[in-house]
C-alpha cells in the first residue's frame, strides 16, 4: 500500500490550492485520513480529518477555509484551501488508517507536499 500527497504550490495570500492525497495498492477499506502540516522549526499538527462516514474536524485556524472530502471509490481525498494567509505555509502531509486483506488497520503517511503562500 501505498499513499501519495500532491497538489502543493506557491500562491499569493487569499489564493486556493487543492491537495489530493491518494491511495494505491490492495486494500479492503480506507478509514480515518487525516491531514497534518509541519511549518519550518515547529512540530507537525493536526489540522483536518474526515471519517469513513464523512465527519470532518478542521483545527480553529483553518476552519471555515479549508474543506476536507473524500471518493471512496477512487481511494482518494482532497484538502481544499481557500483563503491562504502566509502562516498556513509548512509542508502538508496526509495520513490513513487502511485495512488490507487478511491484516489489521494500520496507518499510513504519504510524503510532503510543500505549500508556500506570499503575501
Known amino acids: 500500500v501505498q499513499l501519495q500527497a500532491f497538489g502543493g504550490g506557491s500562491v499569493q495570500a487569499g489564493g486556493s490550492l487543492r491537495l489530493s492525497c491518494a491511495a494505491s495498492?490492495?486494500?479492503?477499506?480506507?478509514?480515518?485520513v487525516a491531514w497534518y502540516r509541519q511549518a519550518p522549526g515547529k512540530q507537525r499538527d493536526l489540522i483536518a480529518s474526515?471519517?469513513?462516514?464523512?465527519?470532518?474536524v478542521y483545527t480553529d485556524s483553518v476552519k471555515g477555509r479549508f474543506l476536507l472530502s473524500r471518493d471512496d471509490n477512487k481511494n482518494a481525498n482532497y484538502l481544499q484551501m481557500n483563503d491562504l494567509k502566509p502562516e498556513d505555509k509548512a509542508v502538508y502531509y496526509c495520513n490513513a488508517n487502511i485495512v488490507v486483506p487478511g491484516s489489521s488497520i494500520r496507518i499510513y503517511w504519504g510524503q510532503g507536499t510543500q505549500v508556500t503562500v506570499s503575501s
Open positions: 495498492g490492495n486494500i479492503a477499506s480506507i478509514g480515518t
Open positions: 474526515i471519517t469513513g462516514r464523512g465527519a470532518t
